[in-house]
């Protein structure tokens, strides 16, 4: 994401300019732009004029429009935002208050303005327009007849292919048909791998799956790279890491970052650090479930008594269509960061995002073991 202009004043209001350079931008712009915001940007608008004789004719222009943001629509396959909202500024082809939707796309400048920035969406900003921000991590997760091709950003799981390949059972003295299946099977894999994963940026390309389906397929794919010359496969044949998965699904994905041998792997991505944590939570819920909260209530209870160590909250909750929701957990945040702990803020598109969401999206490892709030109204009802 590229910031073209920046003007926010002290009291916390005021627009940004961007242009969104890649896929994962348009994520950031997602939860960037809130209902309430105004958004200014190009777009295409069909007008229908009339001429003397009373005769009409319609046509497309391109025309600059500022809307209120009433609805917000994130296609995820196509990276695309759409932002529906009423005209507030004059244009000479639509009427004031008239509804209309811009789409957001790549390399597409737009200006967003909010009464007030809150330290989230500055935050945002900031990690949106960080260049060092990059899909550098690939994944196949697969098993006999299916695989799922994923790029790992700081911000999401991209499922950029799904194959499935039908594989005849093995019969006694009737392998022919299951050899098949499994070549024609693996040759889809690879043609994927070639087609969705650049080199150029990705680290690290992780193959996992149960049983030794990964260990067949490497081999399978470097004997075909040398046999038909595919020399991007040859060059970095040292990023692919082979390791178990339970599946070939894209839940599987979640053990497979946890994994230490991935870890170290992936030691600088942010993708890893939020595995990581989430992994510590549910240990020290397991282990000692005096010093893991989970819910906003348990969670706030906990940040009055400054014993939060790191914070885990989803992106999905400074989503909220809520005003005071969104700033009750911006509040948190700050809280938090204010008290010395640690914040991590998930995407609910990532794997981990996913399941912290299953949570209710905000969890906390403390410092010191407190009481459960509930366990004290218990108590207290008992005394009663």
């Known amino acids: 994401m590229k910031l073209v202009h920046k003007d926010i004043d002290k009291g916390g209001s005021g627009s940004v300019t961007l242009i969104p350079e890649e896929s994962e931008d348009m994520w950031h712009a997602y939860n960037l732009v809130s209902v309430g915001d105004s958004i200014r940007s190009t777009t295409i608008r069909k007008v229908t004029t009339e001429s003397a004789t ?23 396959q196509a990276c695309m935002l759409r932002v529906k909202g009423r005209n507030i500024e004059e244009n000479q082809y639509v009427k004031m208050g008239a509804y209309h939707t811009l789409d957001l796309e790549l390399n ?22 960080d260049p060092t921000q990059k899909a550098d991590v690939a994944a196949v997760v697969m098993q006999e007849g299916l695989a799922h091709i994923c790029l790992v950003t700081g911000s999401m799981t991209l499922v950029r292919a799904k194959i499935e390949v039908g594989i005849p059972r093995k019969r006694k003295g009737m392998c022919s048909q299951h050899d098949k299946g499994l070549t024609r099977f693996y040759d889809q894999v690879i043609q994927g791998i070639v087609r969705h994963v ?8 992780l193959v996992a799956s149960p049983g030794f389906v990964k260990d067949q397929f490497y081999e399978y794919m470097f004997v075909q790279a040398v046999k038909l010359d595919q020399k991007e496969l040859l060059q970095n044949k040292s990023k692919f890491v ?5 599946s070939g699904f894209k839940h599987s994905l979640k053990e497979v970052l946890c994994d230490p041998a991935v870890q170290s792997k992936l030691a600088d991505t942010k993708a890893a650090s939020e595995v990581r944590a989430l992994d510590d939570f549910y240990q020290m819920l397991q282990n000692d479930p005096h010093r893991a909260f989970y819910s906003i209530k348990h ?15 989803s992106d999905e909750l400074f989503r909220s269509s809520n005003l005071d929701d969104r700033k009750r957990y911006v509040r948190l945040v700050d809280s938090v960061r204010e008290s010395g702990g640690d914040v991590k803020i998930f995407s609910s598109l990532h794997v981990s995002g996913e399941q912290l969401g299953q949570l209710s999206g905000v969890a906390a ?20």
């Open 365 to 384: 490892i403390l410092r010191f073991p407190i009481q459960d709030p509930d366990e004290d109204e218990t108590s207290s009802s008992d005394e009663d």
């Open 54 to 76: 009373g005769s009409t004719a319609s046509n497309k222009v391109r025309t600059t429009l500022t809307v209120t943001v009433e609805g917000i629509d994130f296609d995820t």
């Open 242 to 246: 082979l390791i178990h998965s339970s």
């Open 198 to 205: 650049n080199f150029d940026i990705v680290k690290c390309c």
């Open 299 to 313: 969670v706030e209870h906990a940040n009055e008594a400054q014993a939060i160590e790191t914070l885990l909250v």
């Open 108 to 129: 597409r400048k737009f200006s967003l303005a909010k009464h007030e920035w809150d330290s989230i969406a500055l935050e945002r900003i900031e990690l949106a327009t």
